[in-house]
């Protein structure tokens, strides 16, 4: 099946740090999503990106589908953006598999 | 508030007991979503309802029944769990199954089996 891999793992940065997500997948996709859970569960879904850039504040996602990665940016980073970012891809069937995160810490 | 609502927010239960999972949205959407968080696997998408008929049941076991009795609702019944079923169950929900639809999660609820 298809394998997704986000990077790095874990993240810790200071308040008003940029930083970029990675998320890399195996096989083409029909679409690609990010999302964000926060320190006490609550799951948000930021993007719907499937191909291209969008910015919405100060995230923005780019994905390259031929290259098959996707992109997450944040800018300004902080406290309330502290949590886990998942991405993950629907291929066939309507099939969605996550990766498996990216735990970020914004220190104040 | 998302607009979805999910009840009991905590549940312990016992391998033999049968319990149900509730969900509720307030958005008028048409589809919704089980999805299954343990502590050491990724999110997985469990079971899809569109316009109240499952489209999609990702080789849940039988353990877990799902009912959609209309759109604003969605339940899973559970019964003769096991301990590895122990995680956060978050329920989802969208306009329709269409791609690009946001989703908007309820807080989840937290099972324990014991």
Redesign the interface.
Known sequence: GIQVEQSPPDLILQEGANSTLRCNFSDSVNNLQWFHQNPWGQLINLFYIPSGTKQNGRLSATTVATERYSLLYISSSQTTDSGVYFCAVEYRDDKIIFGKGTRLHILP | E?GVTQTPRHLVMGMTNKKSLKCEQHLGHNAMYWYKQSAKK????MFVYNFKEQ??N?SVPSRFSPECPNSSHLFLHLHTLQPEDSA?Y?C?SSQS?R??D????G??T?LSVL
């Not at chain 2, 946001?102 to 999660?105: C, D, E, S």
């Open positions: 998302t990724p999110l997985e998408l489209t999609e990702n956060l978050l989802a199954r791609q690009g946001i989703q908007y999660f807080a989840g937290r």
